[in-house]
């Protein structure tokens, strides 16, 4: 079935930023250069991985329909974000196609998460690893969810977390669908750091330029590999 719509997740790099003069996003363009109206986006800054697989399968099941016509581009985020539901309507009026509203928890910004960190990391706990199986295990659910119903999608790291050494989650790590994630070894991040496409010295978001830059790689590898319908 040949798509007409984009679905986005995933965090920051997904959203405008108007603030500082970005008025647009690699999801943006990438659906521009597609061809593909924007059916629904529901990346939001800081957002972790386990609400990005839990509100696309979420919004997929509300609205077949307009599943079966969509394009799934999916900016994996960090381990190190920690999503969960709320009784307070947070930022529902952003979302108002979910009804479930998430707020996240992030050790670089928490002071009380900070806390819980380092009690972990007293006892025993390897954080490395622990972002490691969030990442992983959300990638795995979700690719398994668009493969099961056949969406054709993309997925990408956004951030780039800590090398896998422990050969268990390497194990795993190889059964990500490779053909369906591009560059697993790198991240969003580190193309526009690479290459100076950041806002500023002090902020690694892209500018402009970073968002078309990798819109136009990821249009190219969608392409070059056959994924705008599921094979």
Known sequence: MTVSKMFI???????????EGINTHCGI?????????????????GRGNKRLSFTTKVWCEKFPEKAKQCFFLIGSSSGTRVDYPTKDGYKKRKFPSLDMT???YSPNKDSECQTFWRYLMRTGADVDQMTQVETLDN???LQYYFEL????YLMYHTISDAEIKNPDIKLLYSKIN??????SESSHIDFVLENALTISKDDPHPNTQGHERWATMLREYIDDNNLRTFQ
Not at 31 to 45: C, E, F, S, T, V
């Open 9 to 19: 997740n995933g965090c920051s790099f997904l959203t405008f930023r108007p603030r």
């Open 29 to 45: 363009e990438l659906a521009k250069q597609m061809n593909l109206d924007i059916a629904d986006n529901l990346a939001g800054g």
């Open 102 to 104: 998430f707020r996240t």
């Open 139 to 141: 990638i795995l659910n």
């Open 149 to 152: 119903k056949r969406y054709p």
């Open 178 to 183: 490779q053909k369906r994630f591009f560059r």
